[in-house]
Every structure is written in structure tokens, then in C-alpha cells.
């Protein structure tokens, strides 16, 4: 990983605000907020990748259940981040975590296994397993952290 563990080569705006409906203004975002931001993006985009690959597998029997792994695991990692966002408690915040890391380390998986097995062109593949491994140290990272911070 270069620079920021979670810099995914989007450039941001210096300033970074949310708006509340309710409050009808808009609030800064603090460094944290704008890190959490920036890797919700990154996972999401992560994720859209995985979806427009799984669609260009073979439509064969290994095929078929491969891109059904695929699928379950890259895109519960989104979903288990933004759930882990919305968290009750640090507690839930770094179970979620623990999940959407458990599937990054499955997703990880398959697409080595994608690779290897030659379901589609090995070079096509480098870079989603790059990022791939990016996202599994992050999560990595960020549930260590939650667990040694339990509030």
C-alpha cells in the first residue's frame, strides 16, 4: 500500500461536509469521518468491481459456483462495512468489522483461485487481487484497533 492505507487514488475536496436533512445545514466531517468515508467509497467501488467480474465468468458448472462464492463473499464485505458504520455500540461496530474482514480474507480466496485456474486471463486479475489484499490489511488494521480500543 502507497500513502494513505485507504487513498484509493480518488482526489477529495480539502473540506469535506455531510448534511443532515433534519438540521438542514451542513456539519464538517473530522479526519475519522473522512477516513470512514473515503474506505465506504472504496469498498464500494471494491465491491462493483467484483459483481461486473463475476459476470464475465464461464457459464460452466466450476463457473457457476465459483462466481457464487465470489458474489456472497465481495459483496458482504460491503455490506458488513456499512453495517459495522451503523453500529449500536463499539461492541457491534467491531463484530460487523470482524465479518466484512473474515470475507475480504474469502474474497481474497477466490480470486486467487479465479487466477490459477485460468476462469479468466491471469493478468486480468492482478489488479482486483491487489486490491483485494489492500482491503484485507485494512479491515485487518482497523478491527485490531477496534479491539484494543474498546472504549
Known sequence: MSGSAISSGRQFPAHHTFHHDFLNEEIPMSTKEKDIEALRQRIY??????????????????????????????????????????GFSKGDFTYKLSIAKKEAFET???????????????????DIIQESTEIKKILTAAVKTAQENPE
Open 45 to 86: 467501488d471494491f465491491v462493483i468491481r467484483i459483481v461486473n467480474l463475476v459476470k464475465q465468468l464461464p457459464n460452466t458448472l466450476i463457473g457457476n459456483r465459483i462466481a457464487g462464492q465470489l458474489l456472497d463473499a465481495g459483496t458482504s464485505i460491503g455490506a458488513n462495512f456499512e453495517e459495522a458504520c451503523a
Open 108 to 126: 481474497n480466496y477466490w480470486l486467487r483461485v479465479i487466477r490459477d485456474t485460468q476462469l479468466l486471463p491471469p493478468n486480468r486479475m492482478e
